[in-house]
């Protein structure tokens, strides 16, 4: 169950990037070259990652090192610049022929207000390879028609963590839906997955 945090600016993440030495290390191996797939237990009338993002212009390249990303991508997610994005993340594992929960849960109540900031995990994987974020810092995933430019960049996804975590199989659940002015949720969300392996890093 998703918990709110009992300070209003702080965010509850679990899944992030630690870097003291008695934190275990662990990284994500891509299971699916295009890293992210349809929920597997979709909400109704929530759409895919393409609900959010045009990749037309953005490719996805497996090789020796690892999942290069880079080029272009479009916001296309039909939502008002004035809504706020609540984003739910859970962490899933595959044990005994079924997926069982992990402690790895997020949720922000404000995603747009921490879209760049340094010390969250989507930064590092991705937000700051965003060459233009300068100029399109205000509109986060709001405005329709926003293109984001990205540098080519072997993309990776490490947590540290201060237990053992399962290493093996698992899935990303990520929900993001707009809230309008009225704090009325929109119908039009969206849910994507990442699946692959988390692996513990050799010290």
Same mark, same amino acid.
């Given at each position: 169950?998703?918990?709110?945090?009992?300070f209003p600016k702080q965010i509850l993440i679990?899944?992030?990037?630690?870097?003291?030495?008695? =934190?275990?290390?662990?990284? +994500?191996?891509? =299971?699916?070259?295009?890293?992210?797939?349809? /929920?597997?237990?979709? @909400?109704?009338?929530?759409?895919?990652?393409?609900?959010?993002?045009?990749?037309?212009?953005?490719?996805?390249?497996?090789?020796?090192?690892? +999942?290069?990303?880079?080029?272009?991508?479009?916001?296309?997610?039909?939502?008002?610049?004035?809504?706020?994005?609540?984003?739910?993340?859970?962490? +899933? #594992?595959?044990?005994?022929?079924?997926?069982? @929960?992990? !402690?790895?849960?997020?949720?922000?109540?404000?995603? /747009?207000? %921490?879209? #760049?900031?340094?010390?969250? !995990?989507?930064? !590092?994987?991705?937000?700051? *390879?965003?060459?233009?974020?300068?100029? &399109?810092?205000?509109? /986060? %995933?709001? *405005?329709?028609?926003?293109?984001?430019? !990205? =540098?080519? #960049?072997?993309?990776?996804? #490490?947590?540290?963590?201060?237990?053992?975590?399962?290493?093996?199989? *698992?899935? %990303? &659940?990520?929900?993001?839906?707009?809230?309008? +002015?009225?704090?009325?949720?929109?119908?039009?969300?969206?849910?994507?997955?990442?699946?692959?392996?988390?692996?513990? &890093? @050799?010290?």
């Amino acid at each position: 169950m998703f918990q709110r945090s009992r300070f209003p600016k702080q965010i509850l993440i679990l899944l992030k990037i630690l870097s003291l030495s008695v =934190e275990i290390q662990y990284e +994500l191996e891509f =299971e699916d070259d295009k890293v992210f797939t349809k /929920c597997l237990d979709n @909400p109704n009338g929530f759409k895919d990652i393409h609900g959010l993002f045009d990749f037309t212009n953005f490719s996805f390249e497996l090789g020796a090192e690892g +999942l290069v990303v880079g080029g272009k991508f479009t916001s296309v997610w039909d939502v008002e610049p004035t809504d706020r994005i609540e984003l739910r993340s859970k962490t +899933l #594992y595959w044990e005994r022929g079924s997926w069982q @929960p992990t !402690i790895l849960n997020v949720y922000v109540s404000d995603f /747009c207000k %921490v879209m #760049y900031d340094k010390n969250q !995990i989507w930064y !590092i994987s991705l937000t700051q *390879h965003i060459s233009n974020k300068e100029e &399109i810092r205000d509109k /986060c %995933v709001t *405005h329709k028609g926003t293109l984001f430019v !990205i =540098e080519p #960049y072997l993309m990776k996804i #490490y947590f540290g963590a201060g237990m053992v975590f399962p290493s093996g199989r *698992h899935r %990303v &659940i990520l929900n993001m839906v707009a809230i309008d +002015l009225n704090n009325v949720t929109r119908p039009n969300g969206v849910c994507f997955e990442i699946t692959g392996t988390f692996f513990k &890093i @050799p010290n």
